[in-house]
Protein backbone atom coordinates (compact mmCIF):
# COMPACT_ATOMS: atom_id res chain seq x y z
CA UNK A 1 0.00 0.00 0.00
CA UNK A 2 2.90 2.51 0.42
CA UNK A 3 4.07 1.89 -2.97
CA UNK A 4 1.25 2.70 -4.65
CA UNK A 5 -1.16 5.91 -5.26
CA UNK A 6 -0.47 8.24 -2.22
CA UNK A 7 -2.24 8.22 0.36
CA UNK A 8 -2.65 10.15 3.37
CA UNK A 9 -1.29 9.61 6.46
CA UNK A 10 -4.90 10.45 7.91
CA UNK A 11 -6.63 8.46 6.10
CA UNK A 12 -4.27 5.33 6.72
CA UNK A 13 -4.73 6.10 10.08
CA UNK A 14 -8.66 5.90 9.78
CA UNK A 15 -8.30 2.86 7.48
CA UNK A 16 -6.66 0.76 10.34
CA UNK A 17 -7.78 2.33 13.51
CA UNK A 18 -4.59 3.65 14.24
CA UNK A 19 -3.14 6.75 14.94
CA UNK A 20 -1.11 9.01 12.61
CA UNK A 21 2.26 9.25 14.37
CA UNK A 22 2.15 5.64 14.70
CA UNK A 23 2.07 5.73 10.86
CA UNK A 24 4.64 8.34 10.59
CA UNK A 25 6.71 6.03 12.52
CA UNK A 26 5.79 3.07 9.95
CA UNK A 27 7.05 4.67 7.33
CA UNK A 28 10.14 6.03 8.20
CA UNK A 29 11.25 2.88 9.35
CA UNK A 30 9.99 1.03 6.27
CA UNK A 31 13.45 -0.45 5.72
CA UNK A 32 14.45 -1.91 9.22
CA UNK A 33 11.10 -2.99 9.51
CA UNK A 34 11.13 -5.46 6.07
CA UNK A 35 14.03 -6.05 6.88
CA UNK A 36 12.86 -7.63 9.82
CA UNK A 37 9.81 -9.61 8.57
CA UNK A 38 11.60 -10.88 5.54
CA UNK A 39 14.54 -12.94 8.73
CA UNK A 40 11.33 -13.89 10.93
CA UNK A 41 10.87 -17.52 10.30
CA UNK A 42 6.92 -16.91 10.60
CA UNK A 43 5.32 -14.72 8.15
CA UNK A 44 2.19 -14.10 9.98
CA UNK A 45 3.92 -12.80 13.59
CA UNK A 46 2.72 -9.19 13.59
CA UNK A 47 4.18 -8.33 16.87
CA UNK A 48 7.81 -8.09 17.38
CA UNK A 49 8.65 -9.46 20.74
CA UNK A 50 12.69 -10.51 21.93
CA UNK A 51 13.19 -13.14 24.42
CA UNK A 52 14.23 -12.25 28.08
CA UNK A 53 17.89 -13.92 27.21
CA UNK A 54 18.81 -12.18 24.13
CA UNK A 55 22.65 -13.30 24.13
CA UNK A 56 21.53 -16.93 24.79
CA UNK A 57 18.82 -16.91 22.03
CA UNK A 58 21.65 -15.47 19.43
CA UNK A 59 24.30 -17.83 20.45
CA UNK A 60 21.48 -20.68 20.07
CA UNK A 61 20.43 -19.63 17.21
CA UNK A 62 24.33 -19.35 15.15
CA UNK A 63 24.61 -23.03 16.70
CA UNK A 64 21.87 -23.72 14.62
CA UNK A 65 22.94 -22.36 11.41
CA UNK A 66 25.76 -24.26 12.12
CA UNK A 67 24.21 -27.58 12.33
CA UNK A 68 22.18 -27.15 9.31
CA UNK A 69 25.02 -26.22 7.18
CA UNK A 70 26.56 -29.33 8.54
CA UNK A 71 23.64 -31.34 7.04
CA UNK A 72 22.70 -32.59 10.43
CA UNK A 73 18.76 -32.97 12.14
CA UNK A 74 18.31 -30.12 14.88
CA UNK A 75 15.08 -32.15 17.08
CA UNK A 76 13.26 -30.60 20.11
CA UNK A 77 15.70 -32.65 22.41
CA UNK A 78 18.59 -31.47 20.93
CA UNK A 79 18.01 -27.88 20.81
CA UNK A 80 16.59 -28.34 24.62
CA UNK A 81 20.23 -29.86 25.43
CA UNK A 82 22.01 -27.19 23.52
CA UNK A 83 20.10 -24.43 25.61
CA UNK A 84 20.89 -26.14 28.64
CA UNK A 85 24.76 -26.24 27.84
CA UNK A 86 24.77 -22.49 26.57
CA UNK A 87 23.38 -21.25 30.01
CA UNK A 88 25.16 -22.50 32.51
CA UNK A 89 25.73 -21.24 35.04
CA UNK A 90 22.47 -19.66 34.46
CA UNK A 91 19.09 -21.78 35.55
CA UNK A 92 17.96 -24.34 32.86
CA UNK A 93 15.62 -22.20 30.18
CA UNK A 94 12.43 -23.59 30.20
CA UNK A 95 10.68 -25.99 27.78
CA UNK A 96 8.08 -22.76 27.31
CA UNK A 97 10.71 -20.67 26.31
CA UNK A 98 12.07 -22.93 23.74
CA UNK A 99 8.61 -23.19 22.55
CA UNK A 100 8.47 -19.44 22.14
CA UNK A 101 11.76 -19.27 20.34
CA UNK A 102 10.94 -22.02 17.92
CA UNK A 103 8.30 -20.29 16.98
CA UNK A 104 9.60 -16.77 16.60
CA UNK A 105 12.71 -18.06 14.24
CA UNK A 106 10.30 -20.89 12.41
CA UNK A 107 13.02 -23.81 14.45
CA UNK A 108 10.06 -26.16 14.51
CA UNK A 109 9.41 -26.61 10.63
CA UNK A 110 12.08 -25.53 8.65
CA UNK A 111 13.80 -28.00 7.13
CA UNK A 112 17.82 -27.65 6.33
CA UNK A 113 18.57 -26.32 3.32
CA UNK A 114 20.50 -29.61 1.87
CA UNK A 115 17.17 -31.97 2.61
CA UNK A 116 15.63 -30.29 -0.54
CA UNK A 117 16.61 -32.06 -2.95
CA UNK A 118 18.54 -35.43 -3.65
CA UNK A 119 20.68 -33.84 -6.24
CA UNK A 120 21.80 -30.93 -4.53
CA UNK A 121 23.55 -33.97 -1.68
CA UNK A 122 26.72 -35.70 -2.68
CA UNK A 123 26.86 -38.88 -3.26
CA UNK A 124 28.01 -41.73 -1.46
CA UNK A 125 30.72 -43.25 -3.96
CA UNK A 126 32.00 -39.28 -4.28
CA UNK A 127 32.10 -38.88 -0.51
CA UNK A 128 34.36 -42.12 0.08
CA UNK A 129 36.50 -41.82 -3.44
CA UNK A 130 36.94 -38.05 -2.54
CA UNK A 131 36.26 -36.81 1.10
CA UNK A 132 37.30 -39.64 2.99
CA UNK A 133 40.79 -39.87 1.75
CA UNK A 134 41.67 -36.99 2.12
CA UNK A 135 40.21 -36.97 5.71
CA UNK A 136 42.49 -40.05 6.73
CA UNK A 137 45.42 -38.83 5.21
CA UNK A 138 45.90 -36.72 8.28
CA UNK A 139 45.97 -39.36 10.97
CA UNK A 140 47.20 -42.33 12.21
CA UNK A 141 45.17 -45.69 12.27
CA UNK A 142 45.28 -45.37 16.09
CA UNK A 143 43.82 -41.74 15.83
CA UNK A 144 41.14 -42.86 13.69
CA UNK A 145 38.01 -44.23 15.57
CA UNK A 146 34.38 -44.76 14.95
CA UNK A 147 31.62 -45.41 16.92
CA UNK A 148 28.24 -46.97 16.69
CA UNK A 149 25.29 -48.68 18.68
CA UNK A 150 23.99 -52.21 18.86
CA UNK A 151 21.46 -54.10 21.27
CA UNK A 152 22.04 -56.87 22.94
CA UNK A 153 19.24 -59.12 24.84
CA UNK A 154 19.26 -59.82 28.47
CA UNK A 155 18.72 -62.87 30.27
CA UNK A 156 14.64 -64.15 31.24
CA UNK A 157 14.34 -63.24 35.04
CA UNK A 158 17.55 -61.07 35.06
CA UNK A 159 17.34 -58.83 38.15
CA UNK A 160 17.87 -55.62 37.53
CA UNK A 161 15.83 -55.18 34.65
CA UNK A 162 13.02 -52.74 34.76
CA UNK A 163 9.55 -53.30 34.58
CA UNK A 164 8.36 -52.16 31.04
CA UNK A 165 9.01 -54.32 28.57
CA UNK A 166 12.28 -53.54 26.82
CA UNK A 167 14.52 -56.49 27.69
CA UNK A 168 17.78 -55.46 25.94
CA UNK A 169 20.24 -53.15 26.42
CA UNK A 170 21.57 -50.57 24.18
CA UNK A 171 25.85 -50.60 24.04
CA UNK A 172 28.04 -47.71 22.50
CA UNK A 173 30.91 -48.91 21.12
CA UNK A 174 33.69 -47.17 20.09
CA UNK A 175 37.59 -48.55 19.28
CA UNK A 176 39.94 -47.12 16.77
CA UNK A 177 41.11 -48.54 13.64
CA UNK A 178 44.55 -50.44 14.63
CA UNK A 179 42.51 -52.23 17.69
CA UNK A 180 44.52 -50.29 20.09
CA UNK A 181 42.41 -48.83 22.16
CA UNK A 182 38.58 -49.60 23.02
CA UNK A 183 36.53 -47.20 25.00
CA UNK A 184 35.21 -48.67 27.83
CA UNK A 185 31.45 -49.23 27.18
CA UNK A 186 28.57 -47.63 27.48
CA UNK A 187 25.68 -49.49 28.45
CA UNK A 188 21.95 -47.85 28.44
CA UNK A 189 19.33 -49.55 29.72
CA UNK A 190 15.49 -48.34 30.89
CA UNK A 191 15.97 -49.03 34.99
CA UNK A 192 17.01 -45.54 36.05
CA UNK A 193 18.43 -46.94 39.39
CA UNK A 194 19.13 -50.27 39.73
CA UNK A 195 19.36 -52.45 42.94
CA UNK A 196 22.20 -54.66 42.10
CA UNK A 197 24.44 -51.25 41.35
CA UNK A 198 23.85 -50.04 44.88
CA UNK A 199 26.89 -49.80 46.46
CA UNK A 200 29.54 -50.11 43.28
CA UNK A 201 31.95 -47.81 42.85
CA UNK A 202 30.65 -47.28 39.35
CA UNK A 203 33.66 -44.56 38.08
CA UNK A 204 35.89 -47.14 38.46
CA UNK A 205 34.22 -49.82 36.79
CA UNK A 206 35.43 -50.99 33.38
CA UNK A 207 31.51 -50.01 31.70
CA UNK A 208 29.55 -47.48 32.50
CA UNK A 209 25.68 -47.21 32.67
CA UNK A 210 23.26 -44.90 32.18
CA UNK A 211 19.18 -45.08 31.72
CA UNK A 212 17.49 -44.02 28.50
CA UNK A 213 14.29 -44.09 27.10
CA UNK A 214 13.13 -47.70 26.33
CA UNK A 215 17.02 -48.91 26.25
CA UNK A 216 17.66 -46.27 23.41
CA UNK A 217 20.41 -43.84 23.36
CA UNK A 218 19.39 -40.22 22.95
CA UNK A 219 21.07 -36.79 22.22
CA UNK A 220 22.07 -36.53 25.59
CA UNK A 221 23.08 -39.51 26.87
CA UNK A 222 25.65 -39.15 23.25
CA UNK A 223 26.83 -35.83 23.96
CA UNK A 224 27.43 -36.50 27.90
CA UNK A 225 29.47 -39.39 26.19
CA UNK A 226 31.06 -36.84 23.38
CA UNK A 227 32.39 -35.19 26.55
CA UNK A 228 33.81 -37.73 28.44
CA UNK A 229 35.79 -39.38 25.33
CA UNK A 230 37.37 -35.84 24.17
CA UNK A 231 38.48 -34.97 27.91
CA UNK A 232 39.89 -38.74 27.73
CA UNK A 233 41.72 -37.59 24.67
CA UNK A 234 43.07 -34.61 25.79
CA UNK A 235 44.02 -36.47 28.83
CA UNK A 236 46.53 -38.32 26.33
CA UNK A 237 47.36 -35.34 24.50
CA UNK A 238 45.47 -36.62 21.45
CA UNK A 239 43.69 -35.27 18.76
CA UNK A 240 41.42 -37.76 16.98
CA UNK A 241 38.78 -38.65 14.22
CA UNK A 242 35.71 -39.96 14.85
CA UNK A 243 33.51 -41.43 12.27
CA UNK A 244 29.87 -42.34 12.92
CA UNK A 245 26.61 -42.15 11.24
CA UNK A 246 24.15 -39.52 10.76
CA UNK A 247 21.32 -40.00 13.53
CA UNK A 248 19.43 -37.39 15.61
CA UNK A 249 20.44 -39.36 18.78
CA UNK A 250 23.92 -38.07 16.95
CA UNK A 251 24.31 -34.08 17.75
CA UNK A 252 27.11 -32.69 16.45
CA UNK A 253 29.62 -30.74 19.25
CA UNK A 254 32.63 -28.60 18.67
CA UNK A 255 35.33 -30.58 20.39
CA UNK A 256 39.13 -29.25 21.37
CA UNK A 257 40.74 -32.95 20.84
CA UNK A 258 37.66 -35.08 18.81
CA UNK A 259 37.01 -33.48 15.31
CA UNK A 260 33.58 -35.41 14.41
CA UNK A 261 32.58 -36.63 10.62
CA UNK A 262 29.37 -38.14 9.65
CA UNK A 263 29.37 -41.01 6.93
CA UNK A 264 26.63 -40.96 4.52
CA UNK A 265 24.19 -43.74 4.95
CA UNK A 266 24.24 -46.03 2.39
CA UNK A 267 25.20 -50.08 2.32
CA UNK A 268 28.08 -49.44 0.73
CA UNK A 269 30.02 -47.18 3.51
CA UNK A 270 29.01 -49.76 6.31
CA UNK A 271 30.50 -48.99 9.63
CA UNK A 272 33.45 -51.32 10.47
CA UNK A 273 31.09 -51.71 13.52
CA UNK A 274 28.47 -53.45 11.38
CA UNK A 275 31.68 -55.52 9.33
CA UNK A 276 31.74 -57.88 12.05
CA UNK A 277 33.08 -56.08 15.01
CA UNK A 278 29.35 -55.86 16.69
CA UNK A 279 29.29 -59.72 16.01
CA UNK A 280 32.49 -61.01 17.51
CA UNK A 281 31.17 -59.05 20.60
CA UNK A 282 27.50 -60.71 21.08
CA UNK A 283 29.05 -63.94 20.11
CA UNK A 284 31.56 -63.49 23.45
CA UNK A 285 28.76 -62.30 25.39
CA UNK A 286 26.43 -65.51 24.37
CA UNK A 287 29.49 -67.95 25.07
CA UNK A 288 29.98 -66.17 28.14
CA UNK A 289 26.30 -66.25 29.35
CA UNK A 290 26.11 -70.03 28.51
CA UNK A 291 29.06 -70.60 30.65
CA UNK A 292 26.95 -69.24 33.70
CA UNK A 293 26.27 -72.32 35.78
CA UNK A 294 23.61 -71.76 38.38
CA UNK A 295 24.53 -74.93 40.49
CA UNK A 296 28.44 -73.64 41.20
CA UNK A 297 28.28 -70.75 41.35
CA UNK A 298 25.03 -70.62 43.32
CA UNK A 299 23.01 -68.47 42.15
CA UNK A 300 20.21 -67.45 39.98
CA UNK A 301 19.92 -65.84 36.51
CA UNK A 302 22.67 -63.12 36.01
CA UNK A 303 21.71 -60.00 37.65
CA UNK A 304 21.86 -56.41 35.07
CA UNK A 305 25.32 -56.14 37.31
CA UNK A 306 26.80 -59.56 36.25
CA UNK A 307 25.62 -58.81 32.73
CA UNK A 308 27.77 -55.82 32.22
CA UNK A 309 31.17 -57.70 33.83
CA UNK A 310 30.19 -60.28 30.99
CA UNK A 311 29.80 -57.46 28.31
CA UNK A 312 32.97 -55.84 29.63
CA UNK A 313 34.74 -59.39 29.52
CA UNK A 314 33.70 -60.35 26.00
CA UNK A 315 34.50 -56.63 24.70
CA UNK A 316 38.05 -57.48 25.83
CA UNK A 317 37.96 -60.76 23.97
CA UNK A 318 37.44 -59.05 20.38
CA UNK A 319 40.98 -59.52 19.25
CA UNK A 320 42.80 -56.44 17.93
CA UNK A 321 43.20 -57.76 14.63
CA UNK A 322 39.84 -58.44 13.70
CA UNK A 323 38.90 -54.80 14.64
CA UNK A 324 41.65 -53.70 11.91
CA UNK A 325 40.50 -55.99 9.46
CA UNK A 326 37.17 -54.57 9.81
CA UNK A 327 38.34 -51.13 9.54
CA UNK A 328 40.29 -52.02 6.44
CA UNK A 329 37.33 -53.66 4.81
CA UNK A 330 34.81 -50.72 5.34
CA UNK A 331 37.82 -48.58 3.65
CA UNK A 332 38.77 -46.78 7.17
CA UNK A 333 42.52 -46.95 7.09
CA UNK A 334 45.23 -44.55 5.11
CA UNK A 335 46.82 -47.72 3.67
CA UNK A 336 43.57 -50.62 3.01
CA UNK A 337 46.52 -53.48 1.92
CA UNK A 338 48.05 -53.51 5.71
CA UNK A 339 48.95 -56.64 6.76
CA UNK A 340 46.42 -58.11 8.71
CA UNK A 341 47.45 -58.43 12.73
CA UNK A 342 48.07 -62.02 13.96
CA UNK A 343 44.91 -63.45 15.42
CA UNK A 344 46.66 -65.61 18.27
CA UNK A 345 45.76 -65.63 21.66
CA UNK A 346 46.62 -61.84 23.80
CA UNK A 347 49.53 -62.04 25.36
CA UNK A 348 48.95 -62.57 29.34
CA UNK A 349 45.84 -64.29 28.88
CA UNK A 350 46.11 -67.89 30.51
CA UNK A 351 45.97 -70.96 28.13
CA UNK A 352 44.92 -74.33 28.47
CA UNK A 353 47.94 -75.78 27.67
CA UNK A 354 50.32 -72.90 30.07
CA UNK A 355 47.88 -74.52 33.16
CA UNK A 356 48.61 -77.83 32.05
CA UNK A 357 52.35 -77.35 31.82
CA UNK A 358 52.57 -75.62 34.69
CA UNK A 359 50.40 -77.52 36.76
CA UNK A 360 52.39 -80.50 36.13
CA UNK A 361 55.94 -79.61 38.01
CA UNK A 362 53.69 -78.69 41.12
CA UNK A 363 51.75 -82.23 41.55
CA UNK A 364 55.52 -83.97 41.47
CA UNK A 365 57.11 -81.79 43.88
CA UNK A 366 53.71 -82.81 46.05
CA UNK A 367 54.52 -86.36 44.82
CA UNK A 368 57.96 -85.57 46.26
CA UNK A 369 57.52 -84.06 49.18
CA UNK A 370 55.09 -87.47 50.45
CA UNK A 371 57.59 -89.55 49.19
CA UNK A 372 60.00 -87.38 51.73
CA UNK A 373 57.26 -88.43 54.60
CA UNK A 374 54.94 -86.08 56.31
CA UNK A 375 53.88 -86.93 59.86
CA UNK A 376 50.14 -87.28 60.45
CA UNK A 377 49.88 -83.73 62.23
CA UNK A 378 51.20 -82.12 59.51
CA UNK A 379 48.92 -83.59 57.14
CA UNK A 380 45.81 -82.86 58.81
CA UNK A 381 46.67 -79.24 58.61
CA UNK A 382 46.55 -79.40 55.06
CA UNK A 383 43.33 -77.51 54.45
CA UNK A 384 40.79 -79.63 52.02
CA UNK A 385 40.42 -78.60 48.55
CA UNK A 386 37.67 -76.42 48.27
CA UNK A 387 34.89 -77.23 45.95
CA UNK A 388 33.83 -75.75 42.89
CA UNK A 389 30.95 -73.62 44.23
CA UNK A 390 33.09 -72.55 46.99
CA UNK A 391 35.70 -71.24 44.21
CA UNK A 392 33.11 -69.33 42.52
CA UNK A 393 31.44 -67.93 46.26
CA UNK A 394 35.23 -66.78 46.64
CA UNK A 395 35.55 -65.05 42.99
CA UNK A 396 32.12 -63.18 43.57
CA UNK A 397 33.36 -62.13 47.32
CA UNK A 398 36.72 -60.74 45.70
CA UNK A 399 34.75 -58.87 42.82
CA UNK A 400 32.55 -56.96 45.52
CA UNK A 401 35.29 -56.22 47.19
CA UNK A 402 36.46 -54.61 43.50
CA UNK A 403 32.96 -53.29 42.82
CA UNK A 404 33.18 -51.26 46.47
CA UNK A 405 36.88 -50.44 46.86
CA UNK A 406 38.82 -50.68 43.40
CA UNK A 407 40.62 -47.24 42.88
CA UNK A 408 41.10 -47.90 38.93
CA UNK A 409 39.39 -50.32 36.34
CA UNK A 410 42.34 -51.38 35.15
CA UNK A 411 42.00 -53.68 38.58
CA UNK A 412 39.35 -55.54 36.93
CA UNK A 413 41.17 -56.95 33.70
CA UNK A 414 43.53 -58.59 36.41
CA UNK A 415 40.36 -60.39 37.88
CA UNK A 416 38.69 -60.93 34.06
CA UNK A 417 41.92 -63.06 33.63
CA UNK A 418 41.59 -65.18 36.84
CA UNK A 419 38.20 -65.88 36.50
CA UNK A 420 38.88 -67.24 33.18
CA UNK A 421 41.96 -69.52 33.94
CA UNK A 422 39.39 -71.01 37.22
CA UNK A 423 36.84 -71.67 34.69
CA UNK A 424 39.48 -73.21 32.09
CA UNK A 425 40.73 -75.34 35.08
CA UNK A 426 36.90 -76.32 36.09
CA UNK A 427 36.48 -77.27 32.84
CA UNK A 428 39.14 -79.59 31.91
Not at 70 to 86: I, N, S, T, Y
Not at 104 to 130: F, M
Not at 309 to 331: K, N, T
Not at 345 to 369: M, T, V, W
Request: overall charge neutral; charged content about 25%.
Amino acid sequence: MLEGPKVSQSELAKRFGVSQPQICRIIKNKERILNEWHRNGDPERKRKREGKDAALEAALLRWVEGARAADLPVGRPLLQLRARHLARPDPEPSGGWLARLGARHGLAGKKPPAEKGDAEQPTAEHWASAVLPGLLRSYAPAEIFACGETAVPLPAGSPGKGESSGERLTLLLCTNASGSEKVPLRAVGDNPRPRCLRGVNLEQMPWSYRAGSLAGLTAPLFAEWLREFNEGMRRQGKSVLLLLAKHEAHPYLQLSNVRMVFVPLATALAQPLDRGIASDLKGHYRRRLLRWLPAERGAGQPSLLDVLHMLAQAWGDVHPGLIASCFRAAGFTPDASAEAVSLTSAAGLFSREQLERDGDPAEADGDQGMAEGEDAGELAAVPPCPSEREVWRSLATLRRYLECQATSPDLFQAFYELEDAVHMVSAG
